[in-house]
């Protein structure tokens, strides 16, 4: 089918930039030397319209981006400032995170924190998992340099978000532990989802391990993970080479005087801190 399409989209070309040539050679009497330029102009013009018609209609993230790996059933490549779909991914794959689930949390409530986390879709580090055919996003890594503060706005917003941010600075002890993670040479594998339609493909682990490479291949000597649940600490597992850090158990954790989480069922029983050497 692809090949068709080739032979009949130069077929095209062939025939009207030919008689497009004549007719402007009688038209206009050009001499030879500006023909030969009419004609390739032509055909540039040409070429330009046939593209849009056959290939265009591909979706656009298979056209763009700096493409990282690609396998049987994914490609994997960096995300861009126009990949909005990104963050509706991480927050529609997050929204069954059973510690969050456990006080009703929304798919809605996600998208709120995720439109915080902009940056990740033109750092040049956060990571997207597509189908080859459709161009379909199946997952997203949102990676952010791990000195970055959280997003201002974040702390000032819903009680959903402001237990989010709570939950992301018990881990302060855990990075002052580790002065090895310093600007520039450390990153946060922050957000880690997938659709819930394309799970059990090892998408998670595909993510995490093109995102290390990613990260290596420019720089980077450290990365961190939270887990928030224990599908993420089981990549984290596989993928070795991690040091467990600090634990926090969901049923003991206070906030504003409560413990939130006491109804999170086991195996997802803390949030853990993970790091490792690249």
């Known amino acids: 089918h692809f090949f068709d399409q080739i032979f009949f ?11 497009s040539l004549q007719f402007t050679r009688h038209l206009l009497r050009l001499p030879t030397t500006d023909l030969h330029l009419l004609f390739w102009a032509v055909v540039a013009s040409l070429s330009s319209v046939v593209w849009d018609h056959f290939w265009g209609c591909h979706p656009p993230n298979l056209m763009s981006g700096r493409i990282l790996a690609s396998r049987a059933n ?24 059973p510690a969050m689930r456990s006080r009703g949390a929304k798919e809605s409530d996600w998208r709120a924190v995720m439109g915080h986390f902009e940056e990740c879709l033109h750092n040049g580090l956060s990571v997207a998992a597509l189908e080859p055919t459709s161009g379909e996003m199946m997952g997203v890594l949102l990676n952010r340099d791990v000195a970055l503060p959280l997003p201002k706005g974040l702390r000032s917003c819903t009680d959903f978000e402001a237990i989010f941010v709570a939950m992301m600075d018990s881990g302060e002890g855990f990075y002052r532990e580790h002065p090895n993670l310093v600007p520039g040479e450390a990153v946060d594998l922050f957000i880690l989802a997938v659709l819930p339609e394309y799970r059990g493909r ?3 682990q595909a993510l995490a391990s093109v995102s290390l490479a990613h990260l290596r291949e420019n720089g980077f000597k450290h990365a961190t993970i939270e887990a928030t649940s224990e599908f993420t600490a ?25 413990r939130p989480f006491t109804g999170v069922a086991p195996p997802h029983t803390a949030l853990q801190f993970f790091s490792t050497k690249l």
């Open 9 to 19: 989209a130069l077929s095209i070309l062939g025939l009207c930039a030919s008689g």
């Open 202 to 204: 090892g998408l998670a």
């Open 234 to 258: 089981r990549v984290v597992r596989r993928l070795g080479g991690w040091q467990a850090g600090r634990s926090v158990t969901f049923s003991t954790w206070e906030f504003r005087g409560g």
């Open 74 to 97: 994914s490609v994997f490549r960096i995300l861009q400032a126009a990949d909005r779909r990104g963050l509706d991914v991480a927050a529609r794959g997050f929204a069954d995170e």
